[in-house]
């Protein structure tokens, strides 16, 4: 079953503007994961938050994690043409390890 | 880093076939893979998880006799769709933590499965 909940569902914005997606989930977690993936591609594995830290960041990306409202949101500063995809954040249930639970996804168009 | 594979990486068979997906980890052992399904503009469905020398656990929904798992050694796993129909048409994709258990997912590049 679907975990998680993302917003918007699809975003678009001119290069060199900063995206934002935000991400719910429902249960207990050992962390929330953020991943890309290009039209019927495979997908790439952007940043991992665990659930006692609260925000981490790598190069233009920043992940925030609220564990009190169960919510995540990734930020892509300084967008470029070539961050067009689909986001997706995905959860490792406590005392599941390894399994993940992915959200709904957001489709980002990035406008050169 | 570690890297799983796939193969086939697209597949396109008749209805009524049986269909075998492999899932390789090339330079790590798995103990557990993960295989989702993924349909066109939707998000990853978790089908079920591998496990070397047992049964799988499949997720609520699924059918294990429709979709079998194989997990015959520490970087194999293999999923076959058997009597594939046209329903069955998606992107499947596995996955495979770090050795330990670790937090890190690698996933395979995907099997593309369209039946006729």
């Known amino acids: 079953s679907q975990q998680g909940e993302e917003d918007p569902q699809a975003l678009s914005i001119q290069e060199g503007e900063n995206a934002t997606m935000n991400c719910s989930y429902k249960?207990?977690?050992?962390?929330l994961q953020w991943y890309r993936q290009n039209s019927g591609r495979g997908l790439v594995h952007l940043i991992l938050?665990?659930?006692?830290?609260r925000e981490k960041h790598s190069g233009r990306l920043r992940v925030t994690l609220d564990t009190s409202k169960k919510s995540s949101s990734l930020l892509i500063t300084a967008s470029r043409a070539a961050d067009t995809a689909s986001y997706f954040c995905?959860?490792?249930?406590?005392?599941?390890?390894?399994?993940?639970?992915f959200g709904q996804g957001t489709t980002l168009q990035v406008k050169p | 880093g570690a890297v799983v594979s796939q193969h086939p990486s697209w597949v396109i068979c008749k209805s009524g076939t049986s269909v075998k997906i492999e899932c390789r980890s090339l330079?790590?052992?798995?103990?557990?893979m993960f295989w989702y399904r993924q349909f066109p503009k939707q998000s990853l469905m978790l089908m079920a998880t591998?496990?070397?020398?047992?049964?799988?656990?499949?997720e609520q929904g699924v059918e294990k006799d429709k979709f079998l798992i194989n997990h015959a050694s520490l970087t194999l796993s293999t999923l076959t769709v058997t009597s594939a129909h046209p329903e069955d048409s998606s992107f499947y994709i596995c996955?495979?933590?770090?050795?330990?258990?670790?937090?890190?997912?690698?996933f395979g590049p995907g099997t593309r499965l369209l039946v006729l």
């Open positions: 330079d790590f052992q798995a103990t557990t």
């Open positions: 249960t207990s977690i050992n962390n």
């Open positions: 996955s495979a933590p770090s050795l330990g258990g670790g937090e890190t997912q690698y």
């Open positions: 938050i665990r659930s006692n830290e």
């Open positions: 591998s496990n070397e020398g047992s049964k799988a656990t499949y």
């Open positions: 995905a959860t490792e249930v406590t005392g599941n390890t390894g399994k993940l639970i």
